[in-house]
Structures are given as structure tokens and as C-alpha cells.
Nanobody
Framework: QVQVVESGGGLVQAGGSLRLSCAAS????????MAWYRQAPGKQRELVAD???????NYADSVKGRFTISRDNAKKTVSLQMNSLKPEDTAVYYC???????????????WGQGTQVTVSS
């Protein structure tokens, strides 16, 4: 089985910073893209940022210039550094990992349990 576990998050004032971390573990033959999504109350889950195994990153327009995604392939981790936070960044943040479990397997996306980020005005 594969586990995806997030850490970080919490309460911060507007303009502040937070760092989220996520680790994938278990039976992993190959780890493809890793990503951060978020879901605010009453809204659909949306992509915040993703990063390929080669380090190419993609960001939602709403976070460009403020958030930075990075990964450590050896440790199977991905991080999201969030700066200049705004109240509209308040949401549950989810880590997603695209995993190939064996040589013969297709890739499957695994989700973490989510971590709350609250930005006060």
C-alpha cells in the first residue's frame, strides 16, 4: 500500500508565511508528478501547484509569485512554501502523488488526508 501524509498548516495572519510538507511511502516503484490541491468551504477542489519528477513546476494564477513548490526525489517528499498569505488562501490543502507501484502497474493518484490552512485578516 501507499501512504501520503501531509504536515504543516495552521493559523497565520495575512501577509505571513507557512510551509507544508508531504511524504509518500510504501510500495513505490516510481513517483511521477506530485501536487498540492486545496478546497475551501463550499468550493471545488482546485490545483495549487504541481511538480514533475524532473523539477518542472506549474502554479495556479492565484498563487504565482507567492507560493513555491519543491520536491526531494530521494526522500519522496514535496513541499509548498507559502508567502504573502491572503485570507482567500484559507482552505484544506491536500497532497497528491502519482505513483507506479510495480514495474507492471499503471500509475495511480494517491491523496493525503489534508491539512487546514487558515489566514486571518
Amino acid at each position: 500500500q501507499v501512504q501520503v501524509v501531509e504536515s504543516g498548516g495552521g493559523l497565520v495572519q495575512a501577509g505571513g508565511s507557512l510551509r507544508l510538507s508531504c511524504a509518500a511511502s510504501g510500495r513505490i516503484f516510481k513517483l511521477n508528478d506530485m501536487a498540492w490541491y486545496r478546497q475551501a468551504p463550499g468550493k471545488q477542489r482546485e490545483l495549487v501547484a504541481d511538480i514533475t519528477s524532473g523539477g518542472s513546476a506549474n502554479y495556479a494564477d492565484s498563487v504565482k509569485g507567492r507560493f513555491t513548490i519543491s520536491r526531494d526525489n530521494a526522500k519522496k517528499t514535496v513541499s509548498l512554501q507559502m508567502n504573502s498569505l491572503k485570507p482567500e488562501d484559507t482552505a484544506v490543502y491536500y497532497c497528491n502523488a502519482d505513483v507506479v507501484r510495480t514495474y507492471y502497474s499503471s500509475a495511480i493518484k494517491y491523496w493525503g488526508q489534508g491539512t487546514q490552512v487558515t489566514v486571518s485578516s
